[in-house]
């Protein structure tokens, strides 16, 4: 390891790319041209680069995050719950491998990183050919466009194309009479980026008893609604702030798997001269607290994370920043290279159901089996198509943690549409009649593909519409919601004082949903917000937990995580 921050990150970076399997996809069109040891690369070559890599991570997993979801169910005390989220988490992968529903209803802010060797020149805006093909992936894939641009401080629009990527571009000196262009691209859900939590400590915190117990209270505050199970980073020191979340973001993706373990278990001082390494120790002790949360994937048990990274950085002798992040359970990261051969992507998993095969895991997209298409006859089912206060009575006979199958219809709506009823009660007008009549569903759905009925569908963050409980339901709406993640104490309160209940769908399994139990959608409000307008959906047999109940009663151990 050397004494420099961006050559050591630079070769853990390296490192990845020598142990990633790639496949070189033949393609009409300009091709790279490599002479005198100068590589030049058609911008166009870099404008396909991002559309077929948005366009894999959309449907496609690595092997290993399929390992690493199957890995739990041999294991014969998992508990019921963590067995259905993930099986069902694997027979989404299958659907969504199809090539039309994609793994996750929020395909994500496109982000790119690029590392660009001394002798590769491209002749053009490098950036803008790397956007606009990720703007036609996202289009030619029906998938959802989440950016949304500010038209004045308070009010805004969506840019309509996912627009703009996050690029960071940089140059490397020459290795030899090959240069290359290398990328990593990533599809990163709001959900798991609100989740990354910053925090400027001291070196008070490193100390053990210390740094374990800052561990136990921040991964359980993680909570549920960032699409557990996680993939979990814990990065402390780095020159700056700056620094310190570059890195967390990149740990999240696997780049920097590579960084060397410190010697002794908690490390071991004076004898590690690099600038960044991983400690197992901690990283085992990380997982022991997702295991003992009691969170589990989503609705209790034990698989909260499925690995977790600890990384330990250089620092000011004034400064210990600390970060925490997550990958949620729709992990799209994906190498890719040009050189003088042309462009190399990484192989990911386009076949699961060979994988399932190959490992004897009884997964099927063809019908129930063992996840969300499940049809048990011991599962309540609750019709949706009767009154508001219909659906509560035969929702209070049941109890917190129990499991339910919805059929009949439901309102999706999410933020901007929360905000927009929001203004009708502070400008004394009413709200619209479709609030009294039916549950809400917190979710925005990808675009719909031809032949479906809709897009990937699954629900988002309920914490988000938390601010509106006691105004909504105090007028006899959102009595009844459905989305993911815990809520606050006011919106428990809320729901014991007028009655309502929260009911938690899965998160991640969006292509299972809209393939399995969504029938008919349509908009019926504000259509001018996109994925964000207010549509009508008819669901059948759509499994779903009561969450908190209409008793204040709730099934995770407190509502104070997200």
């Known amino acids: 390891m050397g004494t420099s921050g961006r050559q050591d990150l630079w070769a853990l970076i390296a490192d990845a790319f020598r142990k990633t399997q790639f496949k070189l996809p033949q393609a009409p069109g300009e091709k790279p ?58 027979e989404n992968a299958l659907i969504a491998a199809r090539g039309e529903l994609a ?66 571009l940089e140059a490397l000196p020459g290795e030899g009479p090959n240069p ?27 100390e053990e008893n210390a740094f374990d117990a800052f ?37 999240t993706t696997e780049i920097l798997d590579g960084a060397p ?31 003992k949360s009691g969170l589990g994937a989503q609705f209790g048990g034990t698989s909260l994370l499925l690995d977790a990274r600890v990384l330990r950085l250089t620092r000011h002798a004034a400064s210990c920043p600390v970060s925490i992040g997550v990958s949620c359970n729709a992990h799209r990261n994906l190498l890719a290279y040009i050189d003088g051969e042309g462009l190399h992507l990484e192989k990911l998993a386009e076949a699961p159901g ?18 969300g298409g499940s049809t048990e006859e011991d599962i309540p089912r609750i019709g949706l198509d009767r009154p508001l206060g ?11 943690g129990d499991r339910v199958l919805l059929s009949g219809k439901l309102l999706v709506a999410r933020d901007a549409a929360h905000l927009r009823w929001h203004t009708l009660i502070t400008r004394g007008r009413e709200l619209p009649e479709y609030l009294f009549k039916y549950p809400i569903y917190y979710a925005g759905p990808a675009a719909t593909p031809p032949g479906k009925v809709i897009g ?20 006899g709406a959102s009595l009844v919601t459905l989305a993911k993640g815990n809520r606050s104490p006011q919106w428990r309160g809320a729901c014991k004082k007028y009655g309502g209940f929260y009911l938690g769908a899965i998160g991640g399994a969006a292509a299972l949903s809209a393939e399995r139990h969504i029938i008919s959608g349509e908009i019926i409000d504000y259509p001018e917000l996109g994925m964000e307008a207010v549509r009508l959906i008819e669901v059948r047999d759509l499994p779903a937990f009561i969450l908190i109940d209409d008793k204040g009663e709730g099934l995770y151990p407190d509502t104070t995580g997200g």
């Open 261 to 291: 373990f410190f010697a002794s278990p908690g490390g071991s001082a004076g004898q590690n001269r690099g600038w960044i390494f991983r400690d197992p120790y901690w990283e085992n002790r990380v997982m022991e607290i997702g295991r």
């Open 180 to 206: 290359r262009y290398c990328f990593l691209f990533a599809a990163k859900g709001g959900g798991s980026s609100n989740k990354t939590a910053y925090f400027s400590k001291t070196k008070a915190l490193l």
């Open 215 to 251: 561990l136990a209270e921040k991964i359980p505050a993680l909570g549920t609604a960032a699409c557990p199970p996680y993939r979990l980073a814990v990065v402390v020191g780095g020159t700056s702030p700056e620094v310190n979340l570059e890195v967390l973001k990149l740990a």
């Open 354 to 371: 060979e994988f399932f095969a190959r490992r004897g895991i009884p997964v099927s997209a063809a019908g129930p089996g063992l996840g």
């Open 456 to 475: 990937s569908l699954g629900p988002t963050t309920a914490q988000r519409m938390d601010p509106y409980g006691e105004e909504f339901m105090s007028r």
């Open 33 to 90: 041209v490599l002479s005198g040891g100068r590589l030049f690369i058609p911008p166009a070559l870099l404008r396909r680069a991002a559309e077929e890599a948005f366009s894999s991570l959309a449907f496609y997993f690595r092997e290993s995050h399929l390992e690493l979801l199957a890995g739990p169910l041999s294991d014969p005390e998992l508990s019921p719950n963590d067995r259905w989220v993930l099986s069902s988490l694997l």
């Open 103 to 168: 793994l996750c209803q929020d395909t994500g802010t496109a982000v790119i990183y690029g590392w660009k060797d001394e002798g590769v020149y491209t002749g053009g805006d490098d950036g803008a050919e790397l956007e606009a093909g990720t703007a036609r992936a996202y289009e030619k894939n029906h998938l959802r466009f989440s950016q949304i641009a500010p038209s004045s401080f308070f009010e805004e629009y969506q840019t309509g194309n996912n627009l703009p990527a996050q690029i960071r």
């Open 390 to 400: 219909e659906i509560r009575a035969a929702l209070s006979r049941l109890r917190a």
